[in-house]
């Protein structure tokens, strides 16, 4: 008996203390969203920003909260807005643990709009990320993602205008080590997302739709609404 008890003293003292609980790929997520940008007068210096809570579940439950700011710039002669910022981000651990991590991240990104037609408006944004992760070295990080909105009602975006919103955005490490002989795939995530928007104002919209999120390890659905304010 005595053999018995320090056998299972040595099994579980080995076991990882605060083990993350296995994520539930089919939990509905949930994400609420802040996006803000505002131009200086006739200046080309503004900027953009974005406050989100993400959730593993409906709410209640931590994936991140998400607190991102930065300068823009738009070029006198070219049709692009630059953007240099920082953000603050606490990921949570899935499930009953209060386990938080923290990240700084500074970023800059290239924002291309393109207008097909009079209903359908494309965007192209390239993000590169320096990315402040406790208890791992420093990261990189390069992203792309493509907007596509589809005006329903209207040919000009602005107060009563309804239109679907699509993107897909991939995202790619720049480094495979993270530090302690820990690595990680080149390929960090992909996220797809489909969803309807409408004009509350002419500087004011909101949106809510689905996205799928895909990563190395798991893929989870995500419910999202946003709240999109120019000033």
């Keep these: 008996m005595l053999k018995l008890s320090l056998s299972l003293l040595l099994i579980f003292s080995c076991l990882p203390i605060g083990a993350q609980q296995a994520i539930d790929e089919n939990q509905l997520g949930s994400w609420y969203m802040y996006f803000y940008n505002k131009s200086f007068g ?21 994936e991140q909260l998400l ?6 710039y738009r ?19 899935f499930g009953d643990s209060d386990n938080t991590s923290g990240e700084s991240r ?4 290239a924002l291309l709009p393109h207008k097909i037609t009079d209903r359908v408006l494309l965007a192209h944004r390239f993000r590169y990320e320096q990315r402040f992760v406790d208890d791992q070295d420093f990261r990189t990080r390069y992203r792309y993602n493509i907007f596509v909105n589809v005006l329903l009602n209207k040919t000009v975006m602005e107060q009563k205008t309804l239109y679907l919103a699509l993107y897909n955005e991939i995202f790619i490490n720049g480094e495979t080590g993270i530090g302690d002989g820990r690595t990680v795939q080149r390929f960090d995530r992909n996220r797809t997302y489909v969803g309807l928007g409408y004009g ?3 500087n004011l919209r909101v949106q809510a739709g689905w996205m799928r999120q895909t ?10 609404l946003s709240l999109h304010h120019a000033w």
């Design 106 to 109: 500074i970023y800059q990104e």
């Design 215 to 224: 990563t190395v390890n798991w893929g989870k659905n995500q419910a999202q």
């Design 200 to 202: 509350l104002r002419n």
């Design 42 to 62: 006739e200046s080309r210096f503004g900027l953009q920003g974005d406050f989100q809570y993400r959730g593993w579940n409906a709410g209640g439950d931590l």
């Design 75 to 93: 070029p006198e002669e070219a049709n692009v807005l630059l953007t240099l910022g920082y953000a603050n981000i606490t990921t949570g651990a």
């Design 67 to 72: 607190l991102r700011s930065g300068l823009t």
